[in-house]
């Protein structure tokens, strides 16, 4: 009788998680595809602040050999690259999660999205400086907000922003600080509509239907499609939870 109700008790909670939005890290929404198996890196590759649509303009050989150096074990700054420190390569997976140690290449998705709703998973530690860069354009800006600013970049106002906006335009800084305390994990929901950015963080939301700049050439919009990428930058951080819904031929 008691494994019964103990067993009654687990399905009454997981109705509770369910209902609250939990999700499992190998388990997508409704609606979206996981972008990470919680096991390898199958379905990404290699990459850094590039202009993709130069990568599009490469022969196709040329693109090849380009993304297999952001990718390739023997490769310096690279997805595999393995650490002299650890000797582990700067990305890999453990315990379900996705772990950067600060160098190397970004994860970049070896597919390009257009119109998107993105969900991610993320936890770093003091002093890191990470974001996610949407169809390869850069950035959702990911820091420790708790550093001092001598150069007042912006990093009390928290995480969320399109860092690489021009100064004063809208979405360049959060709407609100909602991160989390370091060690902690934060979500992010990114919904992307053309050029214009929808930026949530901890179901707070930081960055309101914001015009993206073209970080590589701000007299056009962003390109219609593209990677999405993680970006490194010199401390841990690691993702789970990485789901994505195509939006693209959808009513907004």
């Given at each position: 009788m008691r494994r019964r109700i103990f067993g009654l008790l687990l399905g009454a909670v997981a109705v509770v998680l369910g209902a609250s939005g939990a999700v499992s890290a190998d388990e997508p929404p409704a609606g979206f595809t996981?972008?990470?198996?919680?096991?390898?890196l199958a379905g990404w590759r290699g990459g850094e602040t590039f202009d993709h649509r130069k990568l599009l303009a490469m022969s196709a050989d040329e693109r090849k050999e380009q993304i297999r150096k952001w990718t390739?074990?023997?490769?310096?700054?690279?997805?595999l690259e393995v650490s002299d420190a650890t000797?582990?390569?700067?990305?890999?997976?453990?315990?379900?999660?996705?772990?950067?140690?600060?160098?190397?290449?970004?994860?970049?998705?070896e597919k390009d999205y257009g119109d998107f709703e993105?969900?991610?998973d993320y936890r770093t530690v003091p002093k890191a400086d990470s974001g996610i860069y949407l169809r390869g354009v850069p950035q959702v800006?990911?820091?420790?907000?708790?550093?001092?600013?001598?150069?007042?970049?912006?990093l009390a106002k928290g995480s969320g922003g399109l860092w690489n906006n021009?100064?004063?335009?809208?979405?360049?800084?959060p709407l609100v600080k909602a991160d989390k305390p370091l060690g902690e994990w934060n979500r992010f929901r990114i919904v992307m509509r053309g050029d214009k950015v929808?930026?949530?963080l901890n179901d707070q939301k930081v960055v309101d239907d914001a015009r993206m700049e073209n970080y590589y050439d701000r007299a056009v919009s962003v390109p219609e499609k593209g990677p999405i990428q993680l970006q490194t930058h010199g401390g841990e951080i690691r993702w789970r939870n990485i789901f994505i819904r195509d939006l693209s031929g959808s009513a907004k």
């Open positions: 996981a972008l990470f198996n919680g096991k390898d390739a074990a023997d490769q310096k700054n690279s997805l000797k582990k390569s700067h990305w890999y997976v453990e315990n379900g999660e996705l772990v950067n140690d600060g160098f190397g290449a970004y994860a970049s998705t993105l969900l991610v800006q990911i820091w420790d907000s708790s550093l001092p600013d001598p150069q007042n970049l912006g021009s100064a004063g335009a809208p979405g360049k800084d929808t930026v949530s």
